[in-house]
C-alpha cells in the first residue's frame, strides 16, 4: 500500500482503541492501562521523561502475547519489571520496518525496548531515555542473517515519518554500533538522524541520505494510465460548475491555535514535491509577536509549531498531491510538481475568508496553486489530465497555473469515509471544533460508534438526489446554521420506496401522492428544544436514523396516518432488518403514530406507540390494532407480502387458477395471446406443432372411445353448466391431437380442458375438511405412500381425477394382433395438459395445512405450479409443509422454496393474489413415519408397476 495511506492507518488503530482502561495494540491484544498515581512504590522508575504519551502498561502474565505481528512483549519490555511503557504508533512504526525488510529477506530482531529508570543505570543519553518513555525501540540484524543496519535505518526512514506526522511526532534514528535506535519524539523534539558507534561511509551525507528514503517511502505505488481523461484549456474548469456546488464552502479560518482543527491537516515531509517558500526559505510568523520561523527545505518537524504552511494540508489534498507527483515524474522524468500555495493562516496575507474569494477554501488547507518546478513539459492542460486521473474534486486552469480544492473528508483514507446512497457516495467528515458539541454523539455511546454514525458536509449540495425522489435537502436540518447532518442510506432507501410505492400504480392523469419529510436529522440544539429526553423521539432524528412523514394536503380520502404507517412497515422494515451494509446495529424498527404524522427510526426488534392525539380508525381496539401492525412487520421481514415493482405488467401477465364453478370461462393468458397475435417463426430447436401425424390418425377412434366413455359417466349425473358447451369442451379436451407443448394446438387443449374440468360436478373432496391437502410425484411410489395413505388425502382420491385419469394415462395396442401398447397422450405424440389442470384444482381447493412429499429439489421443481397455486393464490391456505425424504436434498430443496417465493412476491399481481404468501416449513420426513415398515402396495400400486414395466412384460412374453 502507498506510503501516504500509512499514517492513515496508524491514525486509525491508535487513536480509535484506548478503552478506559486498556489500549489494543496492532495485535489485536488489549493491555490494562496503569494509572501512575497508583504507583507509590518506585514510581520516579516508570516516569516518561520525553513525555512522549506513552502508556504505563501491566504485564504481569502477559510476555508471551504480541504488540504486533512479530514484536513479543517478552523481547520488546524489560525483564525487570512486569510494569512497561509503550506507545502503539511507535510499534506501528517498528512492525512496518520490520515487514519492510522481510520483504527484501533481510531477518531482524529486537535488541532492546522498554527499560526502567534502574535498567539504564541513569543515564541521560538521548537513546537511554526514550527507551524508558516506552516510545522507542532498537532493531540489529539476527545472527547469520544477511543485510546490514544501513537497511534498517532506511526501511525505517521510509516507513516511520508518515507514520509519527498523524501525531504531529518527529522521527529519531541512531545508527549504532550493532544496531539501529529509532524513537518517536515527545515534546517538542525535533527530528533527529546520528550515529553513534557506527562510522558513515555513504556516498551522500547521513541527512541527504536520509531524506532521500523519506522520499522513497512517500512515493506510492504503481500509477494510473491516464490517457483516457481529457486535458483542460486554460481558462476551463472541472466539473464545469460553481466551485462550491463540488467541494462546499468555506466553515472556518484555521489557526494554529485551534489545536484541534490544526491536528486534522497534515504535513508533506518530503522533497519529491516542491513548495515556493521552503525554496525561498521564506518563514512564517503567525500573529504578530510570534518568533519567525523559516520553512525548511530539509527534515521538516511535524510538531504544530513546526510545520511549514505551504507543506500543511488536509489529508485529502495530500493524497491527492502524492498521487499527481507520481504521475507527472512518471511521465517526464525529471519534471517535478510545485505547490505555491496550499493552507494559509487568515493573518498570512489572506484577509478576504469568504466563498467568493477562490482562495478561501486555503484556510482549511482544501486549496492548492500548483504548476510545475521548471520547465514547461508537460504543459498545465496535461497536468490538469493527470490531476483529473489523480482524483482531485476541482481543477480550474488558470493560465500560469493550476487552482485545484477538494471536498471535506474524515480520516486520510477515502474508501474508509465513502458512504453510498442510490444514487451518490458522500464523504463523511469531521466537523471544526467550535460547533462540535451541536453534533455530539449521546454521552451514552461509546467511541468507536462514532465510525457507525458518521458527519456528512451539506455545503453546496443541498439540491443533491440522493436517490430517485429523495433529495438532500429534505434530509438536512431547516436552520442553515447547522451545515452538517447525519444520515443512514437505509433510512433514505425506505423514504424512496414508500414514495414509489405510493406511486408506482398510478394511471395517467392520476395526481402524483407527496409523502413529505416533515423532519430528518435535527442537530442536538433543534432535538433538545423540541423534545423532552423522555419523548422517544430523542436521540434519534440526531443519529440520523428518523424520519417524521406525512401525506401532503392534496392526497386523496384514504391516504392517512394508518395507512402510511402500514407502508413505511412493508418497505423500511425489511430494509432495516436484512441489509448488510449498513454499519448500523439497529436491525428492526419502531412507529409512532401521531395525529397527522408518522414517526418512524431504526430499532432493535419492532414496537409501535400512538400518541394521545391520534385516533385509531372506527372499530379497531389497541389490542387489535397493535396485533395487526406486529403480524404486518413478521410477514414484511419474511417478505411474504406481494408487492411487485411493476404492477401493471405483473398483473396484465397474471393468470390465477380458480375453483370448479359452472359460470368459468377459461382465458388464455396475455402471453399466449400476444405470441398468437405476432405468429413468431419457429426457431431451429423449437417444436413445431402438428396434427395430421400417422399417430393422430391412426389413434381417431382409440380417442372417441375415451369421449364415450367419459361421457357416459357424465351422463349419470346432472349437468350443472350448459350441457353442449360441456361435450364441446369434452371433444376439445380429448380428442384434439397434435404434438408439441406449445403452439395453437396445444392452447386449445388446455382451453377446452380447464373449460370441462371446472364446468362438471366431480369434485377434488380436499375442500371438504381442511389440513388433508397431499402433493407428491406420481412417478415416486415411495412418496405417495406418505402423502395418500394413512388418513391423509391425496389427488389420487378426489372423484374428478378418477373420471380422467385412466382416459389420460389409457394405453393401446397401435398393432391388435401384437401384445405391444403405447400412451394414447403421450408427451411426444399427443400431450396433454389434463394432470397439470388437476393439480392446480386441487391446489386452489385445499383449505388448512398442505403437505408436498418430495425426494429431492428436482421433485420440487416439478410441483412448482402446485407449489405457486397455495402459496401464492389460496387464500384458505394457512400453513405449507415440505417433507424431503432425503436429508442430503434438504438445503437445496429449501433453496428451491425460497427462490420461488421471492418471484412470487416480486411478480405476483395483489389484485389477484393473497396479501401475503403463505408461510411454510422445509422438514424432515417425521420420525414415526420413516419407522413405520411399508405397507404391501394396493391393487393401485399394482396396477402402476404393471403398466410402468409393460415393456419388459412384453419382452418377456415374446421369449
Known amino acids: 500500500m502507498a506510503a501516504y495511506l500509512l499514517f492513515g492507518i496508524a491514525f486509525v488503530l491508535c487513536h480509535g482503541n484506548v478503552e478506559s482502561d486498556t489500549v489494543l495494540f496492532r495485535s489485536n491484544e488489549r493491555f490494562t492501562i496503569v494509572s501512575e498515581s497508583n504507583v507509590t512504590t518506585n514510581a520516579e522508575e516508570f516516569k516518561d521523561p520525553k513525555n512522549t504519551g506513552s502508556y504505563l502498561l501491566n504485564g504481569t502474565g502477559l510476555a508471551s502475547r504480541a504488540l504486533s505481528l512479530n514484536i513479543i512483549l517478552s523481547k520488546f519490555k524489560s525483564q525487570s519489571s512486569d510494569y512497561f511503557r509503550a506507545h502503539p504508533i511507535l510499534i506501528d512504526c517498528a512492525q512496518l520496518t520490520i515487514t519492510k525488510l522481510q520483504k527484501a529477506s533481510v531477518a531482524v530482531e529486537v535488541k532492546k525496548g522498554y527499560q526502567t529508570a534502574s535498567d539504564v543505570k541513569g543515564s541521560t543519553t538521548l537513546q537511554d531515555l526514550y527507551l524508558r518513555s516506552g516510545a522507542a525501540i532498537q532493531l540489529g540484524i539476527k545472527a547469520g542473517g544477511s543485510g546490514t543496519l544501513v537497511d ?41 538522524i546520528a550515529t553513534d558507534g557506527y562510522t558513515w561511509t555513504g556516498a551522500q551525507t547521513l541527512s541527504v541520505w536520509a531524506q532521500l528514503k523519506i522520499d522513497e517511502g512517500l512515493e506510492p505505488t504503481g500509477t494510473s494510465n491516464c490517457d483516457a481523461f481529457p486535458t483542460l484549456a486554460s481558462g476551463s474548469r472541472f466539473p464545469d460548475k460553481n466551485e462550491s456546488e463540488v467541494v462546499g464552502t468555506l466553515d472556518i479560518k484555521i489557526t494554529r491555535r485551534m489545536e484541534n482543527d490544526f491536528k486534522r491537516l497534515v504535513q508533506y515531509q518530503g522533497n519529491n514535491i516542491a513548495f515556493e517558500d521552503s525554496e525561498s526559505s521564506a518563514s512564517w510568523c503567525g500573529e504578530a509577536g510570534n518568533t519567525c520561523k523559516p520553512c525548511s527545505s530539509g527534515i521538516v ?18 493524497n491527492f498531491l502524492v498521487k499527481l507527483s507520481k504521475l507527472i515524474s512518471t511521465k517526464t522524468p525529471g519534471a517535478k510538481l510545485k505547490v505555491l500555495e496550499a493552507w494559509d493562516e487568515a493573518y498570512d496575507g489572506h484577509t478576504n475568508g469568504d466563498s467568493s474569494n477562490p482562495m478561501a477554501l486555503n484556510y482549511e488547507g482544501r486549496a ?12 498545465l492542460p496535461t497536468i490538469a489530465q493527470l490531476a483529473r486521473c489523480a482524483g482531485a474534486d476541482f481543477i480550474q486552469n488558470n493560465g500560469d497555473h493550476l487552482y485545484i480544492s477538494v471536498k471535506m473528508m474524515r480520516g486520510s483514507i477515502e474508501s474508509d469515509a465513502i458512504r453510498s446512497f442510490p444514487n451518490v457516495q458522500l464523504l463523511a467528515v469531521d466537523v471544526p471544533e467550535y460547533v462540535q458539541s451541536y453534533y455530539d454523539l449521546p454521552t451514552e455511546f461509546h467511541s468507536e460508534q462514532d465510525q457507525k454514525y458518521p458527519l456528512f458536509d451539506s455545503s453546496g449540495k443541498e439540491n443533491l438526489a440522493l436517490a430517485d425522489g429523495a433529495i438532500l435537502r429534505q434530509f438536512i436540518s431547516r436552520d442553515p446554521e447547522f451545515r452538517y447532518f447525519r444520515l443512514n442510506p437505509l433510512i433514505v432507501r425506505c423514504y424512496r420506496d414508500i414514495v414509489y410505492h405510493e406511486n408506482k400504480w398510478r394511471k395517467d392523469g392520476d395526481p402524483q401522492i407527496n409523502v413529505v419529510i416533515n423532519r430528518a436529522f435535527l442537530a442536538n440544539p433543534e432535538q433538545n428544544s423540541m423534545f423532552d429526553r423522555l419523548d422517544k423521539r430523542y436521540n434519534t432524528h440526531n443519529l440520523g436514523i428518523a424520519l417524521d412523514i406525512s401525506y401532503d394536503a392534496a392526497a386523496p380520502a384514504g391516504y392517512n396516518v394508518t395507512r402510511l404507517a402500514r407502508i413505511a412497515v412493508q418497505k423500511c422494515a425489511p430494509l432495516f432488518v436484512h441489509d448488510k451494509s449498513s454499519e448500523s446495529e439497529w436491525k428492526g424498527m419502531s412507529l409512532g403514530l401521531y395525529k397527522n404524522s408518522v414517526f418512524l427510526v431504526m430499532d432493535e426488534g419492532f414496537s409501535l406507540y400512538t400518541s394521545k392525539d391520534y385516533v385509531r380508525p372506527d372499530g379497531w381496539s389497541e389490542e387489535h390494532f397493535d396485533d395487526e401492525f406486529y403480524n404486518l412487520y413478521e410477514l414484511a421481514i419474511n417478505k411474504r407480502i406481494v408487492d411487485p415493482d411493476y404492477k401493471d405488467q405483473a398483473c396484465l401477465f397474471s393468470h390465477p387458477p380458480r375453483r370448479q364453478s359452472i359460470s368459468f370461462d377459461y382465458e388464455h393468458p396475455e402471453h399466449v395471446k400476444r405470441r398468437r397475435r405476432r405468429r413468431s417463426v419457429p426457431t431451429e430447436n423449437q417444436c413445431i406443432p402438428q396434427d395430421a401425424t400417422p399417430f393422430c390418425q391412426s389413434t381417431a377412434n382409440h380417442r372417441d372411445e375415451v369421449v364415450a366413455e367419459i361421457r357416459s359417466m357424465l351422463d349419470r349425473k346432472w349437468y350443472y353448466h350448459d350441457k353442449d358447451e360441456v361435450l364441446m369442451a369434452l371433444d376439445g379436451c380429448f380428442k384434439i391431437c397434435g ?18 374440468l371446472h364446468w362438471i360436478s366431480w369434485d377434488l373432496n380436499n375442500d371438504k375438511n381442511p389440513d388433508i391437502t397431499n402433493f407428491y410425484s406420481r412417478e415416486n411410489l415411495n412418496t405417495r405412500r406418505y402423502a395418500c395413505e394413512n388418513g391423509e388425502h391425496c389427488i389420487e382420491q378426489a372423484p374428478l381425477f378418477s373420471l380422467v385419469a385412466p382416459s389420460a394415462e389409457l394405453l393401446y395396442r397401435p398393432n391388435p394382433a401384437k401384445s405391444v401398447e403405447e400412451e394414447l397422450y403421450s408427451s411426444a405424440d399427443n400431450p396433454t395438459p389434463v394432470f397439470s389442470i388437476l393439480e392446480e384444482l386441487y391446489g386452489i381447493h385445499a383449505v388448512g395445512k398442505v403437505k408436498f412429499w418430495v425426494h429431492d429439489d428436482t421433485e420440487m421443481t416439478s410441483m412448482k405450479t402446485a407449489l405457486k397455486t397455495v402459496m401464492l393464490y389460496n387464500p384458505n391456505v394457512t400453513k ?21 417465493a421471492s418471484d412470487f412476491v416480486s411478480n405476483g399481481c395483489p389484485e389477484h393474489s393473497r396479501f401475503a404468501l403463505t408461510p411454510y416449513e422445509v422438514l424432515d420426513i417425521p420420525h414415526h ?5 411399508a405397507e404391501p402396495p394396493g391393487l393401485k400400486e399394482e396396477k402402476l408397476i404393471e403398466r410402468r414395466n409393460w415393456e419388459k412384460k412384453w419382452i418377456d412374453m415374446e421369449i
Not at 510538531?303 to 495530500?318: E, F, H, I, N, P
Not at 434438504?890 to 420461488?900: G, L, N, P, Q, Y
Open 929 to 933: 413415519l420413516k419407522k413405520r415398515s
Open 880 to 900: 405449507i409443509e415440505i417433507y424431503v425424504v432425503s436429508p442430503a436434498s434438504k438445503d437445496a430443496v429449501r433453496k428451491i422454496v425460497e427462490t420461488s
Open 152 to 192: 534498517i535505518a532506511g526501511a525505517a526512514l521510509s516507513s516511520c515519518p508518515v507514520v509519527f506526522e498523524s501525531a504531529q511526532r518527529n522521527l529519531g534514528l541512531v545508527l549504532m554500533a550493532d544496531r539501529v535506535h529509532i524513537h518517536m519524539t515527545g515534546g517538542t523534539d525535533r527530528p533527529y
Open 368 to 379: 492548492v496553486k500548483v504548476k510545475l518546478n521548471t520547465g514547461s513539459s508537460p504543459d
Open 301 to 318: 518537524g511535524n510538531s504544530l509549531t513546526d510545520r511549514c504552511a505551504d507543506r500543511v494540508m488536509s489529508s485529502r489534498m495530500y
Open 739 to 756: 404434438t408439441c407443448l406449445e403452439g395453437t394446438i396445444y392452447e386449445n387443449k388446455v382451453q377446452h380442458c380447464n373449460n370441462f
